[in-house]
């Protein structure tokens, strides 16, 4: 219960922004270009709510009516129906809509054209055009939301977004994930101007039986501030190394347990190699006395150079593998299960460390690298799309729509394959130990 309570605010308090802020870039730029969004999803599906449905407007014969925002459309609305209607003209001369009936022709009387209402005008005619609105709507898992437009790869439609210019269609496209890349951008900025440690001591996150540690009384959840006279500075290297070098020789332990300072004496044993072994788990802490909080100016520079340094260590990779510098462990992708397993841990940390730079660190991270991978040509990505709209300008003409359709949907399908055995993996061999989230 403790591990999924983790994962699940971590999944609403950060993943799911980090990918709202995505879906928004594409809905505010779509509504720019004149683009049908036929509906704007908190979260993702199946539906839970309906919140409200966004203006509109319908046809009535010749005369056009604005559906105003939130009004309940009838079912079975749609061209070519029958509608019995109560408008109300507005000081602009536009009129409004105030009731709506769809009617049945076998049944229902069709002569009614116009006959004036307190409401307004009652008339009774049939379709010829139809545009809802956007339906904005809650749904049942909370990972930021999704953007329903019309017609992606069809142009058949003039208010899809196929149908527009090229240059619409590449903003339409790209301002998603670099919208994660700006947000990338804040966060690196946000982890030096809230606070980050210059310097680093040791945690101990478990002692190893019959080990010199267990025998020096160390406990896990201890903080060693000072090994063999030296105070820690820079974190796990320097403890391990004051350790490996003392062999079967006696070195004095200053350590925080609690709100309380001991001073222990520890003896390392010697390895086969010669080495000094404790017998201890780490994992670095920060040291509180040493936390700089970067002026603005400061916090953007070393910011962008975070961000410039992960976005060349993205693009080295595949490099780094055939060389041998990375491991295929450390250079795997990772699901939505590895990723919320990683900012839980983040957010932990945050919480325990008293600083908020581990989770806006880890949640930089997975903006950017949300945005650099949906920016790669593949099919069914927003890269791959830009890329067909790129052919279409060089060729000077579309591809076929019913052939990039393919393209996208067995681009989509590889994809979805690819995720499953991800998460798969992700399940049963975690990144972190689930035991770390407990």
Do not use: C
């Amino acid at each position: 219960m403790n591990v999924v309570f983790w994962l699940t605010g971590t999944l609403v308090v950060v993943l799911g922004p980090i990918i709202l802020v995505h879906e928004l870039g594409h809905f505010i730029f779509a509504k720019l270009a004149g683009v049908r969004v036929e509906e704007f999803g908190l979260g993702f599906p199946p539906r839970l709510l309906k919140l409200w449905r966004g203006e509109g407007y319908l046809n009535l014969g010749s005369t056009r009516v604005v559906i105003p925002a939130g009004f309940r459309l009838p079912p079975g609305l749609k061209v070519g129906v029958w509608v019995d209607a109560v408008i109300q003209r507005r000081d602009d001369g536009t009129h409004i809509l105030r009731r709506l009936t769809v009617l049945d022709p076998n049944v229902d009387d069709l002569t009614l054209e116009r006959e004036r209402v307190d409401e307004g005008v009652h008339m009774r005619g049939e379709l010829t055009a139809l545009e809802p609105g956007t339906l904005y709507s809650l749904n049942l898992l909370p990972m930021g939301g999704f953007v329903k437009m019309t017609g992606e790869e069809d142009p058949s439609d003039p208010r899809s977004l196929a149908a527009q210019p090229k240059r619409w269609r590449v903003a339409v496209l790209a301002v998603g994930p670099v919208l994660n890349l700006i947000v990338a951008l804040l966060l690196f900025i946000g982890v030096y101007a809230t606070g980050y440690p210059e310097k680093w001591q040791v945690e101990i996150t478990r002692v190893e039986p019959e080990s010199a540690a267990e025998e020096a009384g160390l406990q896990p959840g201890d903080v060693i501030l000072a090994a063999g006279g030296e105070h820690i500075e820079d974190g796990l290297d320097q403890l391990r190394s004051i350790i490996r070098a003392a062999p079967e020789q006696t070195i004095e332990l200053t350590l925080l347990r609690g709100e309380e300072t001991l001073t222990l004496t520890a003896t390392p044993q010697r390895t086969p190699e010669g080495y000094g072994f404790l017998g201890i788990v780490m994992s670095p802490w920060p040291d509180r006395s040493a936390v700089r909080r970067y002026r603005l100016p400061e916090a953007l520079s070393a910011g962008t150079t975070d961000v410039v340094t992960a976005i060349v260590a993205t693009l080295q990779i595949p490099a780094r593998l055939v060389q041998g510098g990375m491991t295929p462990q450390e250079a795997r992708p990772t699901s939505m299960v590895g990723i919320s397993e990683v900012l839980a841990f983040s957010l932990r940390q945050s919480i325990e460390w008293g600083l908020a730079f581990p989770v806006l660190q880890t949640a930089a991270l997975i903006s950017l690298a949300l945005g650099l991978t949906n920016l790669l040509p593949i099919p069914a990505l927003d890269g791959g799309r830009i890329l067909f709209v790129f052919i279409e300008a060089v060729l000077g003409r579309r591809i076929s729509p019913r052939r990039e359709a393919v393209v996208h949907f067995v681009g989509l399908v590889i994809l979805v394959s690819l995720m499953a055995l991800v998460m798969f993996q992700d399940l049963v061999n975690p990144i972190i130990p689930w035991s770390w989230l407990k």
